[in-house]
């Protein structure tokens, strides 16, 4: 057969002579190295080793080194501090970029650890590069979530009906024990039985010991004021999502329409969307330094008082129109039906009837004007399509005017609210699968480390594919980092590794010692 058949495995091979020779000039990888050095990781959060002046004890590993090692992890869905270890040893890609070094996978866990929240500072200064070469536009953004497992199994996580029902099954169950001990007992002679004495009683006091363990969980459920109460991951809550449901958390998210890139991720662990619109645009007001722009949502986030907040920050909400009222969904006519007159301040209904001013009411805070007209609706022909009740009553609340803002703008560009799913889904997709599985740590920050890495993946993976390694690298040449003094990536005693997009000359020493073992050591010097 006509086959390939591969090299002779003891067949001599003249290797690149440098380390530097194993990576390509068009390697993504020299991307993270450069971008890393330009850092100033004291000022993002980091933490660095303590100084020991005596120089005793091992040499610590440079915070930039294991930054550059998760980045490349978090890009190539390799997430575990044991499988980053192994990379460490085998991979030419992390051989090059840690310069040979191989932290262990104790060390590499807890500078995830330790720097959870410093995540986000670097997700923040790639965002800045990335408007400093116009990925970004601006104008239109759309906000989503999406539920991510934790690492938290269902049976360890609580709620107040669930407490509920297992005391009621655990009760139940241990008054049958109960009562079959108590026949038992009262035999004049021994019958066969499907448990004997000593079975019910070991079953009993399991079951006295579990209704104590349940009475214990909605106490403390009753003491935190909490909804729900999680085992192994406490922030971790039960929620439904879109494959049933999942004890994890809501990840919220805005992507900018220009080329899909995320704009920002935030992690909460409140099951519904709704109440979350004006916080996730604002914070993308924030990252992308703009006044105004337009905001696509689903209908989940619909919500009064962030529809009017967006507008008065300057950014024009789109949602779909939610139909939340009594009459629309029993088949009458909905309050679009009935036309405001806002100079004269009242309402015309569908027969042509007035109604007017009659109160104001507070309802959950919020303050409605009701409007109604009863001695025209008791002669109106069209009563029984309006209201079941004496006459109808149209409430408006006191900002009514910017939901008839937000609408008005919906219609008059519908393109804009059909584009949501295209520029947002796409991007839970992929950050799905750079998080497979669900979260491997635990705790909302600790959550929200790893959220930063994968967005910082994604975004990476979408500028690659728009401008390209070589834009990305020139667009290094000239960034500064927020409040970098020198823009390295070190504590100030390390030893700097690279500039902005130089090449490098590598110096290598060699030194053998006992059991023929080899130690690389290398020091990088600027051409």
Same mark, same amino acid.
């Given at each position: 057969m006509n086959i390939l058949p591969g090299s002779d495995r003891q067949q001599a091979h003249f290797l690149p002579p440098t380390l530097e020779e194993y990576v390509g000039d068009d390697n993504p990888v020299r991307f993270l190295d450069v971008f890393v050095a330009k850092l100033d990781l004291c000022a993002a959060g980091f933490q660095f080793p303590k100084e020991n002046p005596q120089g005793r004890g091992r040499p610590a590993y440079a915070p930039a080194d294991l930054l550059k090692l998760y980045l490349y992890g978090y890009l190539h869905q390799l997430r575990s501090s044991r499988r980053l270890e192994a990379e460490c040893h085998r991979n030419l890609e992390v051989l090059w970029l840690l310069r040979e070094l191989k932290p262990d996978f104790k060390? $590499?866990?807890?500078?995830?650890?330790?720097?959870?929240?410093?995540?986000?500072?670097?997700?923040?200064?790639?965002?800045?590069?990335?408007?400093?070469?116009?990925?970004?536009?601006?104008?239109l953004l759309a906000i989503d979530g999406t539920k991510f497992k934790a690492s938290n199994a269902p049976d360890r996580n609580w709620s107040q009906a669930k407490l509920d029902k297992q005391l009621a099954q655990a009760e139940a169950k241990l008054e049958e024990y109960l009562q079959a001990l108590a026949d038992a007992d009262a035999q004049p002679a021994p019958v066969s039985a499907v448990l004997s004495a000593a079975e019910l009683q070991a079953k009993i006091a399991r079951l006295t010991e579990r209704k104590s363990e349940i009475q214990e969980r909605r106490h403390t459920l009753s003491q935190t004021g909490e909804t729900q109460l999680s085992a192994t991951d406490p922030e971790s809550r039960g929620m439904k999502s879109a494959h049933g449901h999942v004890v994890g958390y809501n990840v919220q998210g805005s992507v900018d329409a220009k080329h899909h890139l995320l704009v920002t991720t935030e992690?909460?662990?409140?099951?519904?969307?709704?109440?979350?619109?004006?916080?996730?645009?604002?914070?993308?007001?924030?990252?992308?330094?703009?006044?105004?722009?337009?905001?696509?949502?689903?209908? +989940? !986030?619909?919500?009064?008082?962030?529809?009017?907040?967006?507008?008065?920050?300057?950014?024009?909400?789109h949602l779909p129109a939610v139909e939340n009222s009594p009459s629309e969904r029993a088949g009458l006519y909905g309050k679009q039906d009935f036309a405001y007159d806002a100079a004269r301040d009242q309402y015309r209904c569908?027969?042509?009837?007035?109604?007017?001013?009659?109160?104001?009411?507070?309802?959950?805070?919020?303050?409605?004007?009701? !409007?109604?007209? @009863?001695?025209?609706?008791?002669?109106?022909?069209?009563?029984?399509?309006?209201?079941? @009740?004496?006459?109808?009553?149209?409430?408006?609340?006191?900002?009514? @005017?910017?939901?008839?803002?937000?609408?008005?703008?919906?219609?008059?560009?519908?393109?804009?609210?059909?584009?949501?799913?295209?520029? $947002?889904?796409?991007?839970?997709?992929?950050?799905?699968?750079?998080?497979?599985?669900?979260?491997?740590?635990?705790?909302?920050?600790?959550?929200?480390?790893?959220?930063?890495?994968?967005?910082?993946? !994604?975004?990476?993976?979408?500028?690659?594919?728009?401008?390209?390694?070589?834009?990305?690298?020139?667009?290094? @040449?000239?960034?500064?980092?927020?409040?970098?003094?020198?823009?390295? +990536?070190?504590?100030?005693?390390?030893?700097?590794?690279?500039?902005?997009?130089?090449?490098?000359?590598?110096?290598?020493?060699?030194?053998?010692?006992?059991?023929?073992?080899? $130690?690389?050591?290398?020091?990088?010097?600027?051409?």
């Open positions: 060390t $590499i866990a807890d500078f995830r650890k330790d720097n959870a929240a410093a995540f986000k500072g670097v997700v923040r200064e790639f965002t800045r590069l990335c408007r400093q070469l116009n990925l970004f536009g601006g104008q992690v909460t662990n409140t099951a519904a969307d709704q109440g979350q619109l004006a916080t996730v645009a604002q914070a993308a007001k924030a990252e992308l330094e703009i006044t105004q722009a337009d905001v696509v949502a689903d209908g +989940g !986030y619909y919500k009064s008082d962030d529809i009017k907040t967006c507008q008065e920050l300057g950014l024009e909400p569908p027969n042509g009837a007035t109604l007017t001013r009659q109160r104001v009411m507070q309802d959950r805070g919020r303050k409605l004007i009701h !409007y109604h007209q @009863a001695a025209a609706c008791a002669a109106c022909p069209l009563k029984a399509r309006c209201t079941p @009740a004496a006459f109808r009553t149209v409430s408006r609340w006191e900002h009514e @005017a910017s939901l008839e803002r937000m609408a008005a703008a919906v219609a008059a560009a519908p393109e804009k609210l059909a584009k949501r799913k295209t520029l $947002i889904e796409h991007c839970w997709g992929t950050l799905k699968w750079l998080l497979p599985g669900g979260f491997l740590v635990r705790g909302k920050v600790k959550v929200s480390g790893e959220v930063s890495l994968a967005h910082f993946g !994604y975004n990476l993976k979408r500028a690659l594919a728009v401008v390209g390694l070589e834009k990305l690298l020139a667009g290094l @040449a000239t960034f500064r980092p927020a409040g970098a003094a020198g823009g390295l +990536g070190r504590a100030p005693s390390a030893t700097s590794v690279r500039g902005s997009v130089g090449l490098w000359t590598l110096r290598t020493a060699w030194r053998r010692w006992t059991n023929d073992s080899i $130690i690389f050591r290398s020091a990088f010097a600027p051409v």
